[in-house]
Every structure is written in structure tokens, then in C-alpha cells.
């Protein structure tokens, strides 16, 4: 067997990896960012606003600062300065709720913060925020979810990128649409969702002098440290951010919310180290949410199901200050072949905490909305749903006039159809059965957006044989330690379990953010390209050591596998193990540093980079008690290579697990008599259980996209939620016969099925 063909087999790329950070994670040693303590540390809780609009009046702190234990009560008057900041280049000073905490006594949502009390205990601290008595002037708050678009300029500022309200627009959709043969138009609508990781929110903040250390779950450690160093006017260099687990995020730890700031306050005002740890309640209120979204979508097509006009106008609701843009478009100018195309969104503001980007954010609504128009499509003209895909898959992104880098949404119908069982399919409501059940299936294409963030990485090749690979980005749960890990021991030629990880710290070279499932794809140039840069370094040191055994060669005579050096000429049978040449010459390590270009954001992409995929779904359907269960799903997804398959399934069944809740249970309803986000627990708010989840069924297609790096590796963070839910809405209609196009599926939805028992 050739030596390439030996190595390809034993490369830690493409294996089933069991997670490196595994161990230290089930037996409690790994330290999330609330299990740090420091000496004489304070526990921050903060009060809440009660109201959901209007005017704090008068804050009355007399006997919350007669407890025990109680150090200071904050508000506006005594917190000291907190700055605003900005967005900068880049990924640099992002927040989505802009404004400072206590910057004026204005509410516009209820829960944001009033107060903080600080007190020796969390207990103590907790009696404190609830002893304070709030005076407000009440205005009348709208947290209406019937969502009309707000007159508001045409470009919008948003997050990212300022965002024209006409998105896209090919060809002439209203005209095309109006002559159309077949038509379909359908208003859809999702409901707010809260991300609710399991670990909660919070900020452990320490003083010492000028410098400034906080310990805080961040899914982008580079731009809280950013967006501190502005609100406290600091020298960027002077604030330390720290993260390393991270219980989930799901978007909702991408940027900064306003208790950070709370606890960084505190620990200044108090020269002491403040711990601030919000509630489960908190969670739903002033951390980010996905925004309801009420989307229309419009649809034309011939008989035979070639579309001729696409239209997508979609509202989602913000905050009073803020501009958050739910993109449900994303997918939606390139998804489909068609002449006509407009794209269009709007949006309604509500009194509610900030919205935030929330896993596969925009796509996620989005794609539910589309495929399920072109579901009902296929319906209503009698073609097979996987066939009125294929007939209208693009050659190339037909929106910006490029080719995709690599696309292979037909290959994943087509396995997809073939391990479902599709063919099975009768497509009449109702007429599959089985086991005194009703049968109905579904299914939805899916796509999330591929590229790279910048990144900088760095491999030290050690004299003990070890490797250590350092990059300032974070693990959110999703395997980074374990694929900094395989990237090094694949350029080093070490095990694994030789290579040391470090990551989240802001001290370490500046990483990728852990956001659009683009880490992977930003990682994999920055490690190879650090670890070739050690490596360079280390032929060099291999041929000017005295004593070497490459003394008197150059460093092109070299080469360097598997962990050792040899002569190109004589082969890496005699070769010499880096730890040997690094002994001989004194040194404890070499180092290389290396860089990842950014492909996100760029105007003029020659290809257009994407992630595609389907889900087929079988739900059962028991009329007598109205019982509807998922009891099958098939998920295929192009990705491009994947380099941990077992990460990576995993990634994928967590998001068919999120998109049954999204389907079936997840909203977070606003009372409208308060504004409060009323189901803020986790009783309340249901979300998929072990009990609701059936088994998944995952495949990867394996075409690597070089576009992206050498690997040809893409993400796969969150491109599993999309599709999901439009899959399992046509499933139910397969079974029930009723059309739900309001998320989540209600019983009080199915009641009006006529497949009754
Ligand atoms: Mo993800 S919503 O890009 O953190």
C-alpha cells in the first residue's frame, strides 16, 4: 500500500472523535464562567422593571440596604459612568441592546434592569433586588403580535451591515405572479422563540488597578472585550476576557447584554470582584430572543410546477431602540431556478428586550416559511414535493449571477428519498397506516451560508513530543477543543491525545467567533498554516544545530511527517522525531503562527458558499385522543468534509431535536396586559424531550469544498434547524389533513381534522 494511502487511513481527519474536553467535563473539573471564585467576591442580582413602558419615578433602596450582608444598592445615580459603544470594523463592538444599562430611568420592555443590588451572598443579594420598591409612570406598551411593518426608512442599520428593505429583486415577481398559471399565497408565521441554553447567562468581573478580567460564557470573546474597553474607556489591551465552556448559546452569547456591564460596574464602584448570574426568567427577557416573524410568501408556477415568480415579504418584531433583522430571505434569492423574484421585509416595534441572532437566524423562519409554500405547492398541483424541488434546482446562484461553490442538494433528495423510503409514499391524507396509526410524512430542503471569519492560530511543536495549538475563539458545546486538536495532530503527525488546546482567552491569539457556524471552516488555514510556519522553523533549526543529523543539509533537502524529519532523497524511513532535533538544540519549543482570511462579508465573491441538506419526516397521527408524534426523521446534509463525524451528527441531531420543539412546542407568549414574557421557565416554555425526540437518522455527503479551505470543510452548527419544521407541518397535513402555517402545532390545530378515528 502507498505511503499516502497508510496515512490517509490513520489521518485524524474525517474520524470519529470522541470530544478531548469530554473528560474534564463529566467529572465537573471543566470551569464554566460562574464556577470561578475569587476572595472577598460579591454576588450581584439585579431588579427588574415590572413594567413593560414608561418612566421609573422614584426607586425607594431604604430597606433593601438595611439587610445583612447588602453592600450597595446601584441605580442610575451612584453605578458611575457607563459608555456607550460602537461597532467598529469587523466583529468589533457589537451589541444588540445598544443602550447602557441605567443610561436613563426610560422602560421599554419589561425586565430590563432598574437596579443591582450587591451583597456578600447570593442570598443576601437576591432579598436586597426584592426588597427595592419601584414608583413608575406607566405609558401604554405594545406587545400586539399581529406584526404590520412600521413606516421606516428604506436603509435600516442593523448589526452587521446596513439593510436595504427591498432585499432582492429579479425579473418583474408582481406581474409574473398575476399571469401565473398556478398559484399559491400563504402568510406564515413563527412565534418568538428564547434560545435557552441550559447554562445561564452571567459575569464574574475582578478589578486589579486599570485592568479589567471577566469571566463570561461569550461565543466572540474579542468583541466583548471590544464593546468593555468602550463602555468602561479603557485601553483594549487592559480588558481580559475569559471562556473557557460554554453550556450552549444558540446565538444568544454572541454579543454582549447589559448585565456584563452591571457586574463590571459593581466591581468598580466596590474595588471588590462581583459575580452576576441572571435567572432562568432573565433569560427570556434581556438576553436576546428570535423575534416573531409573519411572513408572506407568493408563488407562481406552471401546471407542470417550473416556477415563474417568487415573492417573500417578511415582517419580524424589534426593540424600541434597537434594529435587530431577522433575515428570513437568507436562503431565499438563490434557493429556487426562477425568472421572478422579490424579496422584501419590514419591521414592527414591540416593547421587548433586544432580539438576537438565534441558530441559523433568518434561514431558521425563513426556509419554514418557503418550504412549506412549496410543499403546499406541490400539493395543489399534484407533483411529488421532492420532484418540484429537483425541477426547479438552480444551476448557479441565480441572485448574484455566480456559480455555488459546491452544491449537491439533489444528491441529498435523492439519498435522503432512498433511506426514508419514499417511494412508499401514497400521497392521499390520511392513507398511510400503520400499527392502528396514522401515517404522515414530509419533508423540506434546507441551506445555511458557508465561509470564513479572520483568525489567527498558533502550534508550538515541544521537546517532550507534544504539540500545543492555541486560537482565541470558544467551544459552545459544539467540539472546537476536539478539531483544534485533530487540525494539529493531522499537520504534526502527533495522537491526539499529545496535542494541548487552548482557547477562550482573550490573550491568545485573536480566534473566530463562534457564530454562523463558520469556526471550522475559519480554523482549519489559520492551524495549517501555523503549523507549516513551526514546521519551516523547525527544518531550519534541523540543518543549523551542530550534532544534527540534517547539519549540513538545507532546509528544502527536508521534509516533515508524521512527526519526524527526513531527507526528501532517502524517504521518512530514517527520519528523526522533531522532540530529538528540538533537544539537541536547546530549545523547549518552536513556533508558528498562521492566519485565516475572511471569505463573510466579502462584495465581490467569485462563488457562492452555502451548506445544503433535507429532512424527511414521518409523524403518527392517533385521532381518538388527537396525538401527533415524530417517530422518524432522515437528515441529509452537504457540508462539505466533515472532520469530526461524530460531533458532527451530534450537531445535527441537536437541531432536528430544536426544530421538533419548534414544530411542535417551542413560543414564548407575551402577556399583554404587562408586556412580561409570561412562560419565562422551563416548565412553561416547552421544549423537546428524550421523550419527544424519535430516532435520527443522519448522512453526510462527502464532496469537499475547497472554496472554503483545503479540507474543503464547511459548518454544520446550525443548518440541521432549518427545513425542519416545514418538514413536520407537511407531515402532519399528510397525516391530519389540516394546514398549520402558525407555529407551534396546537392540539387545538388538529382538533379540526376530518381523519378522525
Ligand atoms: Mo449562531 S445564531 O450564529 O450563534
Wanted: hydrophobic fraction near 40%; aromatic fraction near 8%; include cysteine.
Amino acid at each position: 500500500m502507498p505511503a499516502t494511502q497508510e496515512t490517509a487511513t490513520t489521518s485524524p481527519i474525517g474520524r470519529k472523535t470522541p470530544r478531548i474536553d469530554g473528560p474534564v467535563k463529566v467529572s465537573g473539573v471543566a470551569q464554566y464562567a460562574s464556577d470561578f471564585h475569587f476572595p472577598g467576591m460579591l454576588y450581584a442580582v439585579p431588579v427588574e422593571a415590572t413594567i413593560a413602558s414608561g418612566r421609573v419615578t422614584k426607586l425607594d433602596t431604604a430597606a433593601a440596604e438595611k439587610l445583612p450582608g447588602v453592600r450597595a444598592i446601584f441605580h442610575r445615580a451612584n453605578i458611575g459612568k457607563i459608555f456607550r459603544s460602537i461597532q467598529g470594523q469587523g466583529f468589533e463592538g457589537i451589541s444588540d441592546e445598544r443602550r447602557p444599562p441605567f443610561e436613563d430611568d426610560v422602560i421599554r420592555y419589561y425586565g430590563q434592569y432598574i437596579a443591582l443590588a450587591v451583597a456578600d451572598t447570593f442570598e443576601s443579594a437576591k432579598a436586597a433586588a426584592d426588597a427595592v420598591r419601584a414608583t413608575y409612570t406607566k405609558e401604554k406598551h405594545n406587545v400586539d403580535p399581529d406584526l404590520q411593518a412600521d413606516d421606516e426608512p428604506d436603509v435600516v442599520p442593523t448589526t452587521f451591515i446596513p439593510t436595504k428593505r427591498l432585499q432582492s429583486e429579479r425579473g418583474n415577481a408582481e406581474s409574473a405572479f398575476a399571469s401565473a398559471p398556478a398559484k399559491l399565497d400563504q402568510t406564515y408565521v413563527t412565534p418568538t422563540h428564547t434560545h435557552n441554553p441550559i447554562e445561564l447567562q452571567g459575569a464574574t468581573a475582578l478589578w486589579e488597578g486599570s485592568m479589567l478580567t471577566v469571566y463570561e460564557e461569550s461565543q466572540a470573546i474579542f468583541n466583548l472585550q471590544g464593546v468593555l474597553a468602550q463602555m468602561f474607556g479603557l485601553p483594549k489591551e487592559n480588558v481580559r476576557v475569559i471562556t473557557k465552556f460554554v453550556g450552549s448559546g444558540f446565538g444568544s452569547k454572541l454579543w454582549p447584554w447589559t448585565h456584563c456591564a452591571l457586574a463590571v460596574a459593581a466591581a468598580r464602584q466596590l474595588g471588590k470582584p462581583v459575580k452576576l448570574v441572571i435567572s432562568r426568567k432573565m433569560m427570556f427577557q434581556s438576553v436576546g430572543h428570535r423575534p416573531r416573524t409573519q411572513q408572506r410568501v407568493r408563488l407562481g408556477a406552471t401546471p407542470d410546477g417550473k416556477l415563474v415568480s417568487f415573492e417573500h415579504d417578511y415582517v419580524n418584531h424589534h426593540a424600541i431602540l434597537d434594529n435587530y433583522h431577522e433575515d428570513c430571505g437568507e436562503a431565499s434569492a438563490f434557493n429556487y431556478s426562477v425568472p421572478n423574484l422579490r424579496i422584501k421585509f419590514g419591521r414592527a416595534r414591540r416593547n421587548v428586550g433586544s432580539p438576537t441572532a438565534m441558530r441559523g437566524p433568518g434561514a431558521v423562519p425563513g426556509l419554514y416559511a418557503t418550504e412549506s409554500a412549496l410543499n403546499e405547492l406541490a400539493d395543489q398541483l399534484k407533483i411529488d414535493p421532492v420532484q418540484l424541488r429537483i425541477l426547479n434546482e438552480p444551476n448557479i446562484d441565480e441572485s448574484l449571477g455566480i456559480p455555488f461553490s459546491s452544491r449537491h442538494k439533489v444528491e441529498c433528495f435523492e439519498l435522503g428519498a432512498e433511506k426514508f423510503g419514499w417511494a412508499k409514499r401514497s400521497s392521499e391524507v390520511g392513507s398511510m397506516k400503520r400499527d392502528g396509526l396514522i401515517l404522515g410524512w414530509g419533508m423540506a430542503g434546507c441551506s445555511w451560508g458557508a465561509g470564513r471569519f479572520p483568525a489567527v492560530a498558533n502550534v508550538q511543536l515541544r521537546d517532550d513530543g507534544t504539540v500545543r495549538v492555541a486560537s482565541g475563539t470558544q467551544d459552545i458545546g459544539t467540539g472546537t477543543y476536539t478539531i483544534l486538536a485533530q487540525l494539529a495532530a493531522q499537520k504534526t503527525g502527533v495522537p491526539l491525545e499529545k496535542v494541548e488546546v487552548a482557547l477562550g482567552d482573550t490573550s491568545l491569539p485573536e480566534g473566530p467567533i463562534s457564530g454562523g457556524s463558520m469556526v471550522t471552516g475559519s480554523l482549519v488555514p489559520a492551524v495549517f498554516a501555523a503549523a507549516d510556519n513551526a514546521i519551516a522553523s523547525l527544518l531550519t533549526i534541523a540543518t543549523t544545530t551542530a550534532g544534527s543529523a540534517f547539519d549540513k543539509r538545507k532546509p528544502a533537502d527536508l521534509a516533515f511527517e508524521g512527526g519526524r524529519v527526513f531527507v526528501k532523497a532517502d524517504g521518512p524511513g530514517a527520519g528523526v522525531p522533531f522532540a530529538d532535533l528540538l533537544g539537541r538544540a536547546n530549545l523547549r519549543l518552536v513556533t508558528g503562527s498562521g492566519k485565516a482570511e475572511a471569505t463573510f462579508g466579502d462584495p465581490k465573491p467569485k462563488f457562492s458558499t452555502h451548506s445544503f441538506g433535507c429532512h424527511f419526516v414521518e409523524v403518527t397521527w392517533q385521532p381518538a385522543i388527537a396525538r401527533l408524534r415524530v417517530s422518524r426523521v432522515v437528515t441529509v446534509i452537504d457540508a462539505g468534509r466533515i472532520i469530526n463525524p461524530l460531533a458532527g451528527r451530534n450537531q445535527i441531531e441537536g437541531a432536528v431535536v430544536m426544530g421538533i420543539g419548534m414544530a411542535l412546542l417551542e413560543e414564548t407568549s407575551y402577556d399583554p396586559r404587562n408586556g412580561a414574557p409570561i412562560n419565562s421557565n422551563l416548565a412553561d416554555y416547552m421544549m423537546a424531550v428524550n421523550a419527544d425526540v424519535p430516532p435520527i437518522d443522519v448522512h453526510f455527503l462527502d464532496f469537499p469544498d475547497k472554496e472554503i479551505n483545503e479540507l474543503g470543510a464547511r459548518g454544520i452548527g446550525e443548518i440541521g434547524l432549518a427545513g425542519i419544521a416545514a418538514a413536520i407541518t407537511a407531515a402532519t397535513h399528510h397525516a391530519t389533513g389540516v394546514r398549520v402555517r402558525e407555529l407551534p402545532i396546537k392540539i387545538e390545530d388538529l382538533l379540526t381534522s376530518p381523519i378522525l378515528a
